[in-house]
């Protein structure tokens, strides 16, 4: 009768070890997908005056409507504030990298907006 080596007897037991953290990490990279949130779908505001105040300490990007039209693209500069007016659009907060990483949607009439200092979201001030 041969005698089981040391690395036949540990294995079975690691097996449940492994299978759990191959698990773990599967489920981090799924994570990683999708991470910006949908807007509610089109409102009735007919006009929006928003005044956006760039509290982060780099410099972003707005873009109306489509996150990835560069052509609607209102740049902000750290500690700046700046107004866009529109109709019916999305504001969509881009990064340095070109990724949208929040979304706005205004209301009817005049409105106070900020970036977040995390640079994350628009959110509104008063």
Not at 52 to 73: G, L, V
């Amino acid at each position: 009768m041969r005698r089981a080596t040391r690395s036949e007897n540990i294995l079975p037991r690691r097996a449940p070890l492994l299978l759990a953290l191959t698990l773990i990490t599967s489920l981090a990279a799924c994570d990683q997908q999708g991470q910006q949130t949908q807007p509610p779908g089109p409102s009735n505001t007919t006009s929006f005056h928003v005044s956006i105040f760039n509290a982060c300490n780099a410099q972003m990007r707005i873009r109306k409507n489509d996150p990835k039209d560069e052509a609607n693209t209102v740049f902000l500069f750290k500690n700046m504030r700046e107004t866009i007016t529109g109709t019916n659009e999305t504001l969509w907060l881009i990064d340095d990298h070109g990724e949208a990483v929040a979304s706005y949607q205004p209301t009817q009439g005049k409105q106070n907006v900020r970036v977040t200092a995390d640079c994350t979201a628009i959110v509104r001030e008063g």
